[in-house]
């Protein structure tokens, strides 16, 4: 087997290269294939893995407790309360330490300088299992749902409707990567961050892609290939704002009318958990197009990758 990446951090799709993004999704690919002919794939027995979330979470955290018992390893939970950073030890000394312990840490935080700074003192790979910028782990299995359902990436066309936050931000640098074109449909003042915008941009120039932010949910839609969802309200970030934000995006709701605007053939996507009468309807959500319960299995195959990637060493 290929080990490509041994030793890098998964932090986001800013660090990484359409070349790298490419060899995860073949290595995701093959352990699942691995999986469903019940292959062992056991290749990182005795290794053990750190978790600290600082978010509630079902598919980041059990897609990854899944992975490593498959790889044969251990993953350890981390309560944050329960760690002395609760009571103001450093980022910087707890991950020395934990450095000493584990041989990864898959952390699910709130700001993208956390991630980086645990990084920075850690000689074992730092997984970023979601920011308020990126949720990379979730744009690997997006990429890896995409090229199963499409087949290919090229000529393929994402309206994206739902929160403009760290789903979007990742799922538009893995548009750009690998040429898809994105539309984001988005009410007035839900804006891309500039870092994130900006990286698209260039990589669009590289890979042909397409990319807008418009109020027009019909435009978005037109000829889509894939229809991808999400909520408008993130959790523990703008709860304030929810009574808002449901009013402002209530024209972009996901429904049977929006999906007929689509392509014919398009697949309806969403990261979950999704809200029932607000971003998405239930006769779209268990509906023929859509491909959510796949996506939300592919997070376990795309973590097996990460892991494996990161570790192994030729």
Same mark, same amino acid.
């Given at each position: 087997?290929?080990?490509?990446?041994?030793g890098?951090? &998964?932090?986001?799709? +800013?660090y990484?290269?359409?070349?790298?993004?490419?060899?995860?999704? *073949?290595? /995701? @690919?093959?352990? !699942?294939?691995?999986?469903?002919?019940g292959?062992?794939?056991?290749?990182?027995?005795?290794?053990?893995?750190?978790?600290?979330f600082?978010?509630?979470?079902?598919?980041?955290?059990?897609s990854?407790?899944?992975?490593?018992?498959?790889?044969?390893?251990?993953?350890?939970?981390?309560?944050?309360d329960?760690?002395?950073?609760?009571?103001?030890?450093?980022?910087?000394?707890?991950g020395?330490?934990?450095?000493? &312990?584990?041989?990864? +840490?898959?952390?699910?935080t709130?700001?993208?300088?956390?991630?980086? *700074?645990f /990084? @920075?003192?850690m !000689?074992?790979?730092?997984i970023n299992?979601?920011?308020?910028?990126e949720?990379?782990?979730?744009?690997?299995?997006?990429?890896?749902t995409?090229?199963?359902?499409?087949?290919?990436?090229?000529?393929?066309?994402?309206?994206?409707?739902?929160?403009?936050?760290?789903?979007?931000?990742?799922?538009?640098?893995?548009?750009?990567?690998?040429?898809?074109?994105?539309?984001?449909?988005?009410?007035?003042?839900?804006?891309?961050p500039?870092?994130?915008?900006?990286?698209?941009?260039?990589?669009a120039?590289v890979?042909?892609?397409?990319?807008?932010?418009?109020q027009?949910?019909?435009?978005?839609?037109?000829g889509?290939?894939?229809?991808?969802?999400?909520?408008?309200?993130?959790?523990?970030?703008?709860?304030?704002?929810?009574?808002?934000?449901?009013?402002?995006?209530?024209?972009?709701?996901?429904?049977?009318?929006?999906?007929?605007?689509?392509?014919?053939?398009?697949v309806f996507?969403?990261?979950?958990?999704?809200?029932?009468g607000?971003?998405?309807?239930?006769?779209?959500?268990?509906?023929?197009?859509?491909?959510?319960f796949?996506?939300?299995?592919?997070?376990m195959?795309?973590?097996?990758?990460?892991?494996?990637?990161t570790?192994?060493?030729?």
């Amino acid at each position: 087997m290929k080990h490509y990446l041994a030793g890098k951090d &998964y932090l986001g799709l +800013l660090y990484y290269t359409s070349e790298q993004m490419n060899e995860l999704i *073949e290595i /995701a @690919q093959d352990l !699942k294939r691995k999986w469903v002919m019940g292959e062992p794939h056991a290749y990182l027995r005795d290794k053990a893995y750190a978790m600290v979330f600082e978010k509630k979470s079902t598919r980041t955290r059990n897609s990854f407790h899944a992975a490593a018992t498959a790889l044969g390893a251990q993953s350890f939970y981390l309560r944050p309360d329960e760690l002395q950073t609760s009571r103001g030890e450093s980022i910087a000394d707890t991950g020395r330490i934990l450095d000493r &312990y584990f041989d990864g +840490l898959y952390i699910r935080t709130f700001g993208q300088e956390i991630v980086e *700074e645990f /990084a @920075q003192n850690m !000689k074992h790979p730092v997984i970023n299992a979601l920011t308020a910028l990126e949720h990379p782990c979730q744009a690997l299995c997006d990429l890896l749902t995409i090229k199963e359902k499409k087949g290919d990436f090229k000529g393929v066309k994402i309206c994206y409707a739902g929160d403009v936050y760290n789903v979007c931000n990742s799922l538009l640098l893995g548009a750009t990567m690998f040429g898809m074109d994105m539309s984001i449909a988005a009410p007035k003042g839900y804006d891309v961050p500039p870092v994130i915008w900006e990286r698209a941009l260039k990589q669009a120039e590289v890979s042909g892609s397409k990319i807008e932010v418009t109020q027009n949910f019909d435009q978005a839609l037109r000829g889509a290939d894939v229809v991808y969802g999400n909520t408008w309200h993130s959790m523990g970030e703008n709860e304030e704002e929810k009574d808002k934000r449901i009013k402002d995006w209530m024209p972009y709701q996901i429904n049977s009318s929006a999906m007929t605007k689509a392509d014919k053939n398009a697949v309806f996507m969403h990261c979950l958990p999704g809200y029932i009468g607000e971003d998405m309807t239930e006769d779209v959500k268990e509906g023929p197009q859509s491909v959510i319960f796949d996506q939300g299995e592919n997070r376990m195959h795309a973590v097996k990758a990460i892991l494996v990637a990161t570790t192994i060493r030729s």
